[in-house]
C-alpha cells in the first residue's frame, strides 16, 4: 500500500532558487527518509528524520517533520542545475526494516 | 562505501523466458529488497529477505520469486516473462533491524519483455 505522498508532482526552478518538496503519509511511522534518483539510475539516500526529530540539516538540505500533521517537507537551498532529479520520500513504520515509497517529485532546476 | 551491484543494466528478453536478475552486496547487509519501478507508480516492493534463506513477500509477489542462499547475494526470478513485467528493476540493501535502516540501491536493471 502507498504510505508517503509527494507534493507537488513536479516542480521547476530556476537556479540558484530554493526548492520545497511536501511529504504526506497516513499512519504512525519510526522514521522518514528522502532518496534523489538521477535519470535512469538508482536511488540514493539523502537524509533520515525519526519521529521524535522536528527538523534535521545537512549541506543545503533542512527536513522538517510534523507527526501531528503526518507530513515531512524538504527544503533545498540555493539549488543547482545538478539537483535535477526525482525525490521520493520513504517510511518506516514496521519491525522488518521495510519501507514504502511515494511516487516521487520531479524537480527541475534550470541554468 | 557500500557497494551494491546488479548484474545486468539492459536486459531484453522473450515472452515464457525464465529470468534471472542478480544482486550483489558487500556491506554484510542483513536486508535485501527488490524493487519495480514504474512510470506513475513509484517503487513497488516485490520481495525482501532479512537473513539467508529468509524471504517474505512485498506488495506485488505474483510472477516472481526470489532466492537467498547466500547473505551477499539476492536473485529475482522471473518464471515466465510476461509483456507486462517490463520495468525498471531495483535491487537495495540495508543494515539489520534495530540500526538506521537507510537503503542502498544498485543502479537498477531495465527489463524489457518482447
Known amino acids: 500500500s502507498q504510505q508517503g505522498e509527494e507534493d507537488p508532482q513536479a516542480l521547476s526552478i530556476q537556479e540558484g532558487e530554493n526548492a520545497t518538496m511536501n511529504c504526506s503519509y497516513k499512519?504512525?511511522?519510526?522514521?522518514l527518509q528522502w532518496y534523489r534518483q538521477n535519470s535512469g539510475r538508482g536511488l540514493v539516500h539523502l537524509i533520515l528524520i525519526r519521529s521524535n526529530e522536528r527538523e534535521k540539516h545537512s549541506g543545503r538540505l533542512r527536513v522538517t517533520l510534523d507527526t501531528s500533521k503526518k507530513s515531512s517537507s524538504l527544503l533545498i537551498t540555493a539549488s543547482r542545475a545538478a539537483d535535477t532529479a526525482s525525490y521520493f520520500c520513504?517510511?518506516?513504520?514496521?519491525?522488518?526494516?521495510?519501507?514504502?515509497f511515494g511516487k516521487g517529485i520531479t524537480l527541475s532546476v534550470r541554468p | 562505501d557500500v557497494k551494491v551491484t546488479q548484474s545486468s543494466r539492459y536486459l531484453v528478453k522473450r515472452t515464457g523466458e525464465k529470468v534471472f536478475l542478480e544482486c550483489v552486496q558487500d556491506m554484510d547487509h542483513e536486508n535485501m529488497f527488490w524493487y519495480r519501478q514504474d512510470p506513475g507508480l513509484g517503487l513497488r516492493l516485490i520481495y525482501f529477505?532479512?537473513?539467508?534463506?529468509?524471504?517474505e513477500k512485498g506488495d506485488i509477489p505474483e510472477g516472481y520469486s526470489v532466492s537467498r542462499e547466500k547473505k551477499e547475494r539476492f536473485s529475482l526470478i522471473l518464471e515466465s516473462a510476461s509483456t507486462n513485467q517490463t520495468s525498471m528493476y531495483l535491487c537495495?540493501?540495508?543494515?539489520?533491524?534495530?540500526?538506521?535502516?537507510?537503503?542502498?540501491f544498485g543502479p537498477g536493471t531495465r527489463l524489457t519483455v518482447l
Open positions: 529477505s532479512y537473513d539467508v534463506k529468509m524471504k
Open positions: 520513504a517510511t518506516d513504520a514496521g519491525a522488518n526494516s521495510k519501507l514504502t
Open positions: 537495495a540493501s540495508s543494515f539489520h533491524r534495530g540500526f538506521s535502516n537507510e537503503q542502498f
Open positions: 499512519t504512525s511511522i519510526n522514521n
